[in-house]
T-cell receptor, first 114, second 112 residues
Framework: QQQVKQSPQSLIVQKGGISIINCAYENTAFDYFPWYQQFPGKGPALLIA?????SEKKEGRFTISFNKSAKQFSLHIMDSQPGDSATYFC?????????????FGTGTRLTIIP | ETGVTQSPTHLIKTRGQQVTLRCSSQSGHNTVSWYQQALGQGPQFIFQYYREEENGRGNFPPRFSGLQFPNYSSELNVNALELDDSALYLC???????????FGPGTRLTVT
């Protein structure tokens, strides 16, 4: 059972544009929602994360928007650059001890074109 | 601060063999989690170790087992390898009580 659904599967954005990736979750026990960036042949790198007590978090060009009632969250990459071309994964986890496993989405392959 | 390291980088095994993968946690982290990432998929949680004991397990059979050592490093052992075990195996370390998990570069296992 896939508990975190991610879309789109792939995304092409022009340099300088806004990249938007969406995720939806089912388990209401989730209360931590990170985004990871993964380059080919590398492990996922933590990019930005949010807790459900806020609706938005911004770090540099990266913003997470969170809608608790809809059980959805999204990643916005402003002023997208070719170096942002990578696969992005949303994830979710609980916070209770022993329930901290990350459940990942299926990934979005982002390509930034000049 | 030292990040998460994993060894070996690549490994080729034959079906039915056994394999051991190793992980060193990021400095100061006391919890280690292992994930399996099949090609083109998101990582899948295998299990987590804290204080040298398994602390949560995903939907993986018992032939996947692990260890955590007093220095918080960890091993993932897989017995009776199957072709479907071919994947990138990722180790992530964290501090208990903290949400953030930091991943190593992974070990690419190919089973032929």
């Amino acid at each position: 059972q896939q508990q975190v659904k991610q879309s789109p599967q792939s995304l092409i954005v022009q340099k300088g544009g806004i990249s938007i990736i969406n995720c939806a979750y089912e388990n209401t026990a989730f209360d931590y929602f990170p985004w990871y960036q993964q380059f080919p042949g590398k492990g996922p790198a933590l990019l930005i994360a949010i807790r459900p007590d806020v609706s938005e978090k911004k770090e540099g060009r990266f913003t997470i928007s969170f809608n608790k009632s809809a059980k959805q969250f999204s990643l916005h990459i402003m002023d997208s650059q070719p170096g942002d071309s990578a696969t992005y994964f949303c994830a979710a986890s609980g916070s209770n001890f022993g329930n901290e496993k990350l459940t990942f989405g299926t990934g979005t392959r982002l390509t930034i074109i000049p | 601060e030292t990040g998460v390291t994993q060894s070996p980088t690549h490994l080729i095994k034959t079906r039915g063999q056994q394999v051991t993968l190793r992980c060193s946690s990021q400095s100061g982290h006391n919890t280690v989690s292992w994930y399996q990432q099949a090609l083109g998929q998101g990582p899948q949680f295998i299990f987590q170790y804290y204080r040298e004991e398994e602390n949560g397990r995903g939907n993986f059979p018992p032939r996947f087992s692990g260890l955590q050592f007093p220095n918080y490093s960890s091993e993932l052992n897989v017995n009776a390898l199957e072709l479907d075990d071919s994947a990138l195996y990722l180790c992530a370390s964290s501090l208990v009580g903290s949400y953030e998990q930091y991943f190593g570069p992974g070990t690419r296992l190919t089973v032929t």
